[in-house]
C-alpha cells in the first residue's frame, strides 16, 4: 500500500463536497459572514476616510484587512469544523480503520480548508468591488502571498484545535472560535504593530499575520512589497504548521492509547 | 500449517489504574467464525479495537492476516473492515455517498459495479439514496455491512453484529454472513451478547470476564462440559461464578 494516496485524501474531500452540495444554507452561511463584515468595515472605511488622514491616505486599508482577516478565520475555521465534521457524525472510528492515513487526513483537511476559505472570502472580495469600488485584487502579486501565509497561519490554528479537540472531546469546540481571536490583538489587523504596549510588541513579531498585516499597509500605502516581511512570515508560517501538524499526528497517537478514536460523538 | 487468521500472545490494556485485558492469548484460525463473549466490561470492545488498531496495547502481540498489527498495520486495513453499532456513517450522506466515500478509501476498482452488487445482496435499492440518518435500525444494520462488505474483507470484525435488530432482520443478517464467509472463505470475529447467534454463527467461543479469557472451546464443547442445555445457560455460570459439570447443574 502506499504511504501516501491523493485517491484516499479526494475520498475525503468528497466526504465534505457531499455535505455541502446537499445543504445550501451551509454555502449561504461560508459566503454571508464575510461579506457582512466585509460591508461594515467597507462602511466605517469610508467615515474614516473623511476623518482620518491616516486612512485616507491609502484608500481600502481597512476593507483589505477585514478580507485578509477573513483568509486566516476561515482557514482556521475550515480545518476545525471539517475534523469536528467526524466527530458530531461519529465517523472517526471508520475513518481510523480504513487504510486512511493521519498525514492523509491532515492533507484532507487542509485541502477543505482551501475550498471553504474560497468560498467565504472570494464573494466578498469581489462584492466590494461595486460597493467600494475597492478591488483587493489590485494588489496583484503579492496578494497571493499575504493569502498564503494567512491560510497557513489559519491551518496551524485548525490543527491545534483539532488536536485540542480530539484529546479533550467536543466539551473544547469553542476553542475554534476562541484561540483565533486569541492572535487577533497581536496580529495588528487594522492597526499598526508600533501602537501595542512595547513588551507586547516582541510577541506581536512572533506571529505571522503580524508581518502579513504590516507588510499589507506598506504596500497599499506606497512602500513597495516588504520582501523581509515576507520572509517572516513564512519563515514563522513553516514553524507553526510543521509543529501543529506535529501535535496533531502526537495526539493522533495519543487518542490511539487512550481509546479516544472510538468515545467520540455528540 | 496456515497462517492463523489472527494470533494475539499476552495482550494487556490499561487504562491508567484500570487493567481492561488481562494477558490474553487466542489464535483465530483461518476461514473460521470465532465469537467473543463476555458482560459489559469484560474487555470485549476493548479487546477488538486493539485488533483494529484503534487502541495500542499496553504489552504483547497481535498478528493479523500474518502481519503484526501494532508495527504495520497499514498493511492489513485494506484486507479487513468492520462494523458496530457505536460508531455511525455520516448521517447526513446518502447510503450511495457514503459507500462511495469509503469505496474510494478502499480503492475498490469498478466501484459503481460494486455497490449495484451490494445493493442486490443487502436489498438496499429502497433506501439508497436516502440519508443515511434517516434509515431504521434495520436498514441501518444493513448499511453498515455493505460499508464492511464493501472490500471483500479477508478478516471481519463485528461488535454486536445484531444488536438492536428485530429477530427477523437478526436471522436475515445471520444467513448474509454466512453466506458471506462460506462464498470467500473469509474469517470472522464477532464480540456478542447474543448465545443464539454465536450457536448459530460459531466455531470457537472465547469467554471474557473482567479483562480475561476464562474459558474457551466450541459452543458443543461448552454446553456439554458446563451439562447445561444452552450457551446461555453455560454464560450464566460462567457470570456467576459456577463451576462446571456437575457443580453448574445442581
Not at chain 1, 498564503?148 to 475554534?176: C, D, K, P, Q, Y
Not at chain 2, 479487513?80 to 447510503?95: A, G, I, M
Request: aromatic share 8%.
Amino acid at each position: 500500500m502506499t504511504a501516501f494516496s491523493f485517491r484516499r485524501v479526494g475520498a475525503l474531500l468528497l466526504r465534505h463536497l457531499y455535505i455541502m452540495r446537499g445543504s445550501w444554507p451551509r454555502l449561504l452561511e461560508m459566503a454571508y459572514w464575510p461579506a457582512v463584515n466585509m460591508v461594515v468595515w467597507g462602511f466605517t472605511s469610508q467615515f474614516f476616510s473623511s476623518h482620518s488622514q491616516w486612512v485616507a491616505q491609502a484608500g481600502g486599508i481597512l476593507i483589505g484587512a477585514v478580507l485578509l482577516w477573513d483568509v486566516m478565520f476561515r482557514g482556521n475555521l475550515g480545518v476545525a469544523l471539517s475534523f469536528m465534521e467526524e466527530m458530531w457524525s461519529r465517523n472517526l472510528g471508520h475513518l481510523s480503520v480504513s487504510p486512511l492515513r493521519p498525514v492523509e487526513l491532515v492533507a484532507g483537511l487542509l485541502a477543505m480548508s482551501l475550498i471553504r476559505t474560497l468560498i467565504g472570502v472570494v464573494p466578498a472580495m469581489l462584492l466590494a468591488v461595486p460597493l467600494y469600488h475597492y478591488s483587493i485584487f489590485d494588489l496583484g502579486l503579492p496578494l497571493l502571498a499575504f493569502w498564503v501565509n494567512l491560510m497557513v497561519t489559519g491551518w496551524a490554528i485548525g490543527l491545534a484545535v483539532s488536536a485540542m479537540v480530539l484529546r479533550f472531546g467536543l466539551g473544547v469546540e469553542s476553542l475554534a472560535w476562541v484561540m483565533v481571536f486569541a492572535v487577533a490583538p497581536l496580529a495588528g489587523i487594522y492597526y499598526p504593530i508600533s501602537v501595542l504596549p512595547g513588551w507586547l510588541q516582541p510577541l506581536a513579531w512572533a506571529l505571522p499575520p503580524a508581518h502579513v498585516f504590516e507588510g499589507m499597509r506598506t504596500l497599499m500605502q506606497g512602500g513597495g512589497f516588504d520582501g523581509i516581511r515576507f520572509a517572516c512570515a513564512t519563515g514563522l508560517n513553516a514553524l507553526y504548521v510543521a509543529a501543529a501538524g506535529g501535535l496533531f499526528l502526537h495526539i493522533h497517537h495519543v487518542a490511539r492509547r487512550r481509546g479516544l478514536l472510538l468515545n467520540v460523538g455528540e | 500449517m496456515e497462517t492463523p487468521a489472527i494470533l494475539v500472545d499476552h495482550l494487556v490494556k490499561d487504562f491508567g489504574p484500570v487493567r481492561a485485558v488481562d494477558d490474553i492469548a487466542f489464535t483465530v484460525a483461518s476461514g473460521s467464525t470465532t465469537a467473543i463473549l463476555g458482560g459489559n466490561g469484560a474487555g470485549k470492545t476493548t479487546t477488538l479495537s486493539m485488533l483494529l488498531g484503534l487502541l495500542l496495547p499496553t504489552s504483547g502481540t497481535i498478528q493479523v492476516l500474518g502481519e503484526d498489527m501494532i508495527r504495520h498495520r497499514y498493511r492489513v486495513l485494506p484486507r479487513l473492515n468492520f462494523s458496530s453499532p457505536y460508531v455511525d456513517l455520516p448521517h447526513r450522506l446518502t447510503v450511495r455517498e457514503n459507500l462511495t466515500v469509503y469505496g474510494h478509501l478502499y480503492g475498490i476498482a469498478a466501484l459503481p459495479a460494486r455497490i449495484a452488487e451490494l445493493t442486490a445482496d443487502l436489498d438496499l435499492g429502497e433506501f439508497l439514496d436516502r440519508p443515511s440518518g434517516k434509515l431504521s435500525a434495520g436498514q441501518k444494520a444493513r448499511v453498515a455491512l455493505a460499508k464492511a462488505m464493501l472490500n471483500h474483507p479477508d478478516l471481519l470484525l463485528l461488535d454486536e453484529p445484531t444488536a438492536s435488530l428485530d429477530p427477523d432482520t437478526a436471522d436475515w443478517v445471520r444467513g448474509f454472513l454466512t453466506r458471506y464467509q462460506q462464498a470467500r472463505g473469509a474469517t470472522i470475529l464477532l464480540a456478542s451478547h447474543n448465545m443464539t447467534e454465536v450457536e448459530r454463527l460459531c466455531d470457537q467461543v472465547l469467554v471474557m470476564k473482567a479483562g480475561r479469557i476464562v474459558d474457551r472451546g466450541s459452543p458443543e464443547d461448552l454446553i456439554a462440559r458446563y451439562g447445561r442445555a444452552t450457551l446461555e445457560d453455560v454464560f450464566l455460570d460462567i457470570a456467576r461464578n459456577r463451576r462446571h459439570t456437575g457443580e453448574a447443574a445442581q
